[in-house]
């Protein structure tokens, strides 16, 4: 038997009702804060990612699902959003019709992680991109749209993580800093650490391992060498979110280590998933639009992932649904109705009234069972002597009231669906 891929996942539907309360809350929060969503292809030429997400990267490095397609061309999978964003931004021009950018997107995603609870190899995300602004309020907008998604789906176990990674030049000098550090230690790292020693320095602070993370306690900090400029802008952030009353901590080691990532960064972190516990992530990235090609346009963004965000909501039980309803069951009482009964579901179904009926030649018993199961808020009995007499019966399955209509008189049944 074929089975789905290691790291794969059927959304089945019992689950999709959750999805869509995620995926409507995603889009009516970002619609309030006018993010408008944009659509891009699943996959991406490999350098767009090479470049835009960085070679030193994991996700570069190890994960990304990359084939030669038969006119052999490298193309992937995407890893992630913003790279791809960032390339329709620059090859529509997107800033010539509008100068600041504001965008969002629900999407799968592809990475050849080691499968574990939280962590697949296709999942999805939602997440905006704001382009065209420097604004520190807009850095605290991202982190407000993300906290309030959340606050929403009802969840209460979350820290909002920040930090800031200032301007590069301020970055530089701070990274000459730690390798000086880091020296002394050199020897007593991770092999994995020692790499990033010279690959990308500041990641050593993601490490978990407790050697590594020993040595890392009493390391120099980055905000503690910040240039004035970068405080100035830190500071609004910090300000835009206390009067926004999202609590936040400062992390000083919470770093992304890729050149292109200036000032803020954050994740949202909750207490009810275990291990792998980041809802999301983000920041700034105002060097990253020039990086691939485009002008200088600077860049704040998250990314969140849907799997984990639906665990903690049902860790936590943060939300619930009211049970799936049809408005109307139609019981079939002789065989020879059925095509009665067909056209009358087609019709009420244009009139935008939920309708099902028998498919599968069952007993009238068995479609009353069925009615049931599947909640109807009506049952339309077709067949027997009232039908004779033109008429049918209408039973209402909340309070078991019955209706004779007309069988001619469908928009009296359609008034009265709609009106209950
Ligand atoms: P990243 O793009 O790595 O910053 O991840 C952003 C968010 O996506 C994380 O905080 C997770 O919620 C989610 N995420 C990342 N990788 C995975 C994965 N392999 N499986 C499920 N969710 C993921």
């Known amino acids: 038997m074929i089975k789905a ?13 959750k999805w869509r309360y995620l995926e409507n809350t995603v889009i009516s929060t970002m619609t309030r804060f006018n993010y408008k969503e944009i659509r891009t292809p699943v996959f991406e030429e ?42 329709a931004f620059i090859e529509h021009s997107l800033d010539k019709k509008q100068s600041l950018n504001k965008l969002f997107y629900i999407s799968p995603m592809f990475r050849q992680e080691r499968p574990q609870a939280g962590r697949y190899r296709q999942f999805h995300q939602f997440g905006a991109e704001a382009l065209g602004s420097n604004d520190p309020i807009l850095d605290a907008e991202i982190i407000i749209i993300a906290y309030d998604i959340f606050k929403q789906l009802g969840l209460k176990n979350l820290s909002v993580k920040i930090n800031s990674l200032g301007v590069p030049e301020s970055r530089e000098k701070y990274k ?8 002394k230690y050199f020897n007593d790292l991770t092999a994995e650490s020692r790499k990033r020693f010279d690959t990308n320095i500041l990641r050593i602070f993601d490490s978990k391992e407790g050697q590594d993370q020993k040595i890392m306690e009493n390391a120099p900090l980055l905000i503690e060498h910040l240039d ?21 901590e400062i992390d000083p080691k919470l770093v992304r280590g890729l050149d292109y990532y200036t000032h803020t960064t954050f994740e949202i972190v909750s207490g009810s998933v275990g291990s792998q516990s980041a809802l999301c992530g983000g920041g700034r990235y105002n060097l990253l639009v020039k990086e691939l ?21 049902e860790n936590e039980k943060s939300f619930s649904l009211s049970e799936e ?19 009358t579901a087609i019709e009420l179904r244009r009139h935008g009234i939920t309708v099902e ?49 007309e069988k001619s008189d469908m928009n009296k049944i359609i008034s009265l669906l709609k009106e209950n």
Do not use: W
């Not at 891929?5 to 009702?17: E, Q």
């Not at 030669?68 to 390339?87: C, H, Q, Y």
């Not at 000459?176 to 020296?183: F, G, H, K, S, T």
């Not at 969140?304 to 665990?311: A, F, M, N, T």
């Open 5 to 17: 891929i290691t790291g794969t996942k059927d959304i089945l539907p019992i689950d999709i009702p």
């Open 176 to 183: 000459n800093i730690l390798r000086e550090y880091l020296d």
């Open 357 to 405: 009926l028998d498919y599968l030649s069952r007993s009238v018993k068995a479609q009353m069972r069925e009615a049931n199961k599947l909640n109807a808020r009506f049952v339309l009995m077709v067949g027997g002597e009232e039908f004779k007499q033109n008429q049918i019966l209408l039973k209402n399955m909340a309070n078991g009231e019955q209706i004779n209509f």
């Open 293 to 313: 090609g485009g002008g200088d346009v600077p860049g704040v963004g998250f990314a969140s992932g849907i799997e984990r965000v639906l665990l903690a909501c």
């Open 46 to 87: 490999t350098s767009l990612f090479a470049r835009g997400i960085g070679e030193a990267t994991d996700i570069v490095s190890k994960e990304m699902y990359t084939f030669i397609d038969r006119s052999g061309t490298s193309v992937t999978l995407k890893p992630e959003m913003t790279a791809g964003v960032v390339r």
């Open 228 to 248: 004035t400029e970068s405080l100035e802008h830190f500071e609004k952030v910090k300000q835009a979110l206390l009067s926004a009353h999202v609590p936040f």
């Open 325 to 343: 309803k049809i408005d109307l069951y139609i019981v079939t009482l002789d065989k020879e109705l059925n095509g009665f009964s067909y056209t």
